[in-house]
């Protein structure tokens, strides 16, 4: 089976302007959750789609919002960029059973915020 | 909100001596994953524990979960250069919301 993508790999945007990411999870996974990594404040929870629905929310302000599609494919949008968020975002698929499942990641997309 | 932190958070081993990393709770856990991030790459799913003293192997990998679920370890026999990187806890609280333990990061001096 082919891994969990993620596009675009790498991303500059300048304070300000907004930006969508987009995560293909493996096949057959239904929940696909995204997490930002930043050298200071680890891997952190931003939230969860499963069958098109928000299931899961962490705790990030209302400037990053996310959508999953039919065929389980997700975006997630980031409005306003503020320079601290600069991170590696990271989505994970997983089956999406109830209690933990084993997640899958992706390989990532790197913003930049100048 | 829940924390899990780990320790330590950098640690430096010459190759094939030991090493290991815990993780800890101020709450119950309901159960923990271990993940490995390579540098520069992205985390890979090691192992999940789920019962309350649960121990378990992979190669020279040995994991635990603590008696109280509240803190967990990993440990590694006998370091090898491809051991390098960073290991994560995982705690779940509710279903797929995972919450990431600050991280270790090892380094094996050839």
């Known amino acids: 089976k082919a891994g969990v993508t993620q596009t675009p790999r790498y991303l500059i945007k300048t304070r300000g302007q907004q930006v969508t990411l987009s995560c293909s999870p493996i096949?057959?996974?239904?929940?696909v959750s995204w997490y930002q990594q930043t050298p200071g404040q680890g891997l952190q929870f931003l939230f969860e789609?499963?069958?098109?629905?928000?299931?899961n929310k962490g705790n990030f302000p209302g400037r990053f919002s996310g959508r999953q599609f039919s065929n389980s494919r997700s975006e997630m949008n980031v409005s306003t960029l503020e320079l601290g968020d600069s991170a590696l975002y990271l989505c994970?698929?997983?089956?999406?059973?109830?209690?933990?499942?084993?997640?899958?990641f992706g390989p990532g997309t790197r913003l930049t915020v100048l | 909100g829940q924390q899990v932190m780990q320790i330590p958070q950098y640690q430096h081993v010459q190759e094939g001596e030991d090493f290991t990393t815990y993780c800890n709770s101020s709450?119950?856990?309901?159960?923990i994953q271990w993940y490995k991030q390579r540098p520069g790459g992205h985390p890979v799913f090691l192992i999940q524990?789920?019962?309350?003293?649960e121990v378990k192997k992979q190669k020279r990998l040995t994991f635990q979960f603590g008696e109280a679920k509240k803190n967990s370890s990993l440990h590694i026999t006998a370091t090898q250069t491809t051991d390098v990187g960073t290991y994560f806890c995982a705690d779940s609280n509710t279903g797929n919301q995972f919450y990431f333990g600050t991280g270790t990061s090892l380094t094996v001096i050839p």
């Open positions: 994970a698929s997983s089956l999406g059973r109830q209690g933990a499942d084993t997640q899958y």
């Open positions: 524990l789920v019962k309350s003293g």
């Open positions: 789609y499963f069958s098109e629905t928000q299931r």
């Open positions: 709450t119950t856990l309901s159960n």
């Open positions: 096949s057959g996974h239904r929940s």
